[in-house]
Each structure stands twice: as C-alpha cells, then as structure tokens.
C-alpha cells in the first residue's frame, strides 16, 4: 500500500493547527436546528468514519435519498414534531451510554430517509438455546433489485494518541480510549473478525432469511469519532484511520495553563456533556479562565476527564479532552491479529 503523506510539520507547542472550520454543508444543516438529538443526526449524515477496514462505510447521502442540500434541511426539520417518539424509541434500550445513543440515531434515520427501510436492530443470533452475538442494524434501499439486505454493525469511539506505546507511531494500538482499556486496534479487530462475520454464520443467515429470503448480503461498518493528539505535538495518523477523519486534542489537567497560553485570546470553550458528544453546540461557551476555574473544581472532586469544544470568534473550532495527571494508568495490548493497512 503506498504510503500516507505525512502531515506538515507542526511547532511543538502551537496546537491552532486543529482549530477548524466546520464543514459548510453541515454548518448549514445545524443553522436551522436547536433540538440536540436533530443536531446529532445531522452530524451523523457527514461524519466520516473512522477507519478503513476493506468494507463499506457508513450510508452515503445518494444511499438515503438526501444529496439534495434543500432537501434534506427540510426532512430534517420535518423531524423536529417527532421528538416525543424518538424519545421514547430511545428508552426501549433503558440506557444511557453514548453508544446506545448513536444506535438509536441511526436506527431513527434508516427508518425515516427516503431510500431506505430500516429491517430489524439489535437481533439476537441463537445456536439452539446458546445466545451466540447480536447484529446491530439489517435494511435495505428502496427499489434496489436483485434484492440486498444491509448488514451494519456501529460504533461511535474517542481515542487519544500517545507518543509512545505498543508498535511504531503509524499503529493504531497506540490510540486508546480515556478509561484505557480500548483502542483503535481492539476496536478494529472485535468489528471486522468478530462482528461482521457473524452475519455471514449459520445463526445469522437464518435471521436474515426470515426478513428478506433470498437476499444477497452486503455489509458495512458505521464508526464515526475523533482521535484525539496530545496537544503540543501532532502525532501520524495510524495506518487504519480515515485520513479524514474528525481529529483533536488531548491534555493533561497540569498542561492547562500552557495550552491556554498557546491559544488565541478570544478562545472560548464548552463542556460536552453524554450523550450529546456528537454535533457541535449553539454557542461558544465562557472564556478559557472561567474553563480552567472549572476544571479546578472537577479534578479536585473526580479524576473522569472532560471533554470540551474550543471555539474561535471566526467559527473555527475543536474538541478536546483533559485528562487527570496521572492518565493513562495501564495501556491496552493490542490483539495479535489485529487489522492492518499495510
């Protein structure tokens, strides 16, 4: 595989390089809205994924019938006199974790967009009175002939990068999540050698022929997020990742002052709050010395990290994690027969 360019070289303590524009169709799609779970589902409609891992990605605007800029701001809106139903859609799974959350939203959009028609969720796969896994989403797309059933499997993931860790710097072992027993490369391999497959077994087969008999399968992967470079140093991107996807910072709670001093004055900042981690919020939040007196306040009650957007007065933005001191405390190894790109 040829290799990936390398990003510009970067001043060691200049972290502006991720302060970014949002992206003008969904800096258009989010005007119109205030409702935060409709601003969730339009971040999912452009949010690229996060890894390549040889199968489709997530459902292109052309797949569900909602290319058309006009169109699709008008069946998002059309969506806000519904929000009692996704309500109550989303505490059948009597949850409140991120994932569960992002579940809901792409279930609720497949069942809702023009070209396509949501099959079954979350169905059970049993060997005789064994449970054996679970297929996260089954549709298909309107008038596609021969018929084809979808099999996607989701995850929504926040990691960080570290600067030293298991492999070289382009693996994705290196980029864990803040509890620090996940990684890009656990991630990858649980996805593509457990979860995929697992559509394709007996047990699978036999769910998918009572929905759609004789249907072929086609299959994807649905993983948006954002990796996360430690904040005075911008890392390689690991083989598996998107070069495109969605990227910020990370920090721990002592390099706060240092930070703040490396960014523009005008610097504002939000905290995100579970489950809403996935569009940006309306508004830009307090300055930078209201945010360090709060992080005071939280390290010095519980050592869970924050997760915030850091706001320009241009509009330029992005996410960030900080971390308590003494983060990360283990590392997780790296499956054996991890996915790789090379």
């Given at each position: 595989?040829?290799?990936?360019?390398?990003?510009?070289?970067?001043?060691?303590?200049?972290?502006?390089?991720?302060?970014?524009?949002?992206?003008?169709?969904?800096?258009?799609?989010?005007?119109?809205?205030?409702?935060?779970?409709?601003?969730?589902?339009?971040?999912?409609?452009?949010?690229?994924?996060?890894?390549?891992?040889?199968?489709?990605?997530?459902?292109?605007?052309?797949?569900?019938?909602?290319?058309?800029?006009?169109?699709?701001?008008?069946?998002?809106?059309?969506?806000?006199?519904?929000?009692?139903?996704?309500?109550?859609?989303?505490?059948?799974?009597?949850?409140?974790?991120?994932?569960?959350?992002?579940?809901?939203?792409?279930?609720?959009?497949?069942?809702?967009?023009?070209?396509?028609?949501?099959?079954?969720?979350?169905?059970?796969?049993?060997?005789?009175?064994?449970?054996?896994?679970?297929?996260?989403?089954?549709?298909?797309?309107?008038?596609?002939?021969?018929?084809?059933?979808?099999?996607?499997?989701?995850?929504?993931?926040?990691?960080?990068?570290?600067?030293?860790?298991?492999?070289?710097?382009?693996?994705?072992?290196?980029?864990?999540?803040?509890?620090?027993?996940?990684?890009?490369?656990?991630?990858?391999?649980?996805?593509?050698?457990?979860?995929?497959?697992?559509?394709?077994?007996?047990?699978?087969?036999?769910?998918?022929?009572?929905?759609?008999?004789?249907?072929?399968?086609?299959?994807?992967?649905?993983?948006?997020?954002?990796?996360?470079?430690?904040?005075?140093?911008?890392?390689?991107?690991?083989?598996?990742?998107?070069?495109?996807?969605?990227?910020?910072?990370?920090?721990?709670?002592?390099?706060?002052?240092?930070?703040?001093?490396?960014?523009?004055?005008?610097?504002?900042?939000?905290?995100?709050?579970?489950?809403?981690w996935l569009?940006?919020?309306?508004?830009?939040?307090?300055?930078?010395?209201?945010?360090?007196?709060?992080?005071?306040?939280?390290?010095?009650?519980?050592?869970?990290?924050?997760?915030?957007?850091?706001?320009?007065?241009?509009?330029?933005g992005c996410?960030?994690?900080v971390v308590?001191?003494?983060?990360?405390?283990?590392?997780?190894?790296?499956?054996?027969?991890?996915?790789?790109?090379?």
């Amino acid at each position: 595989m040829p290799s990936r360019a390398e990003p510009a070289p970067v001043a060691p303590t200049d972290p502006t390089w991720a302060l970014r524009p949002c992206a003008p169709a969904l800096r258009e799609d989010l005007a119109c809205l205030s409702a935060p779970w409709l601003r969730d589902i339009a971040w999912l409609l452009h949010a690229p994924d996060m890894a390549r891992l040889g199968v489709a990605g997530r459902p292109t605007l052309d797949e569900l019938g909602l290319a058309d800029d006009a169109f699709r701001r008008r069946w998002l809106a059309s969506l806000a006199p519904r929000r009692q139903a996704f309500l109550q859609h989303l505490d059948q799974r009597r949850s409140q974790r991120l994932g569960i959350y992002h579940e809901a939203l792409w279930q609720w959009i497949l069942g809702e967009a023009p070209r396509s028609a949501l099959l079954g969720h979350n169905l059970t796969l049993r060997e005789g009175k064994r449970i054996t896994g679970e297929l996260d989403l089954l549709y298909r797309y309107r008038g596609v002939e021969p018929a084809t059933i979808e099999h996607a499997e989701l995850a929504i993931k926040f990691f960080l990068g570290l600067e030293q860790g298991p492999g070289d710097r382009h693996a994705a072992a290196r980029w864990i999540g803040t509890g620090s027993f996940d990684s890009l490369a656990i991630k990858c391999h649980r996805l593509a050698q457990r979860q995929l497959p697992a559509a394709r077994d007996e047990p699978g087969q036999a769910v998918r022929e009572t929905l759609t008999p004789g249907a072929a399968l086609h299959q994807r992967i649905i993983m948006p997020g954002f990796l996360y470079h430690p904040w005075h140093q911008r890392l390689a991107l690991p083989d598996l990742a998107n070069p495109d996807v969605y990227q910020g910072l990370w920090c721990h709670h002592r390099a706060w002052p240092a930070l703040c001093a490396a960014l523009p004055t005008a610097t504002r900042g939000q905290v995100l709050r579970k489950p809403h981690w996935l569009a940006p919020p309306r508004g830009a939040g307090p300055p930078m010395v209201a945010l360090g007196e709060l992080l005071e306040r939280h390290f010095a009650a519980t050592p869970s990290p924050l997760h915030l957007r850091l706001t320009l007065p241009d509009g330029r933005g992005c996410r960030l994690f900080v971390v308590t001191d003494g983060w990360p405390p283990a590392l997780p190894l790296p499956p054996l027969d991890a996915p790789s790109a090379r």
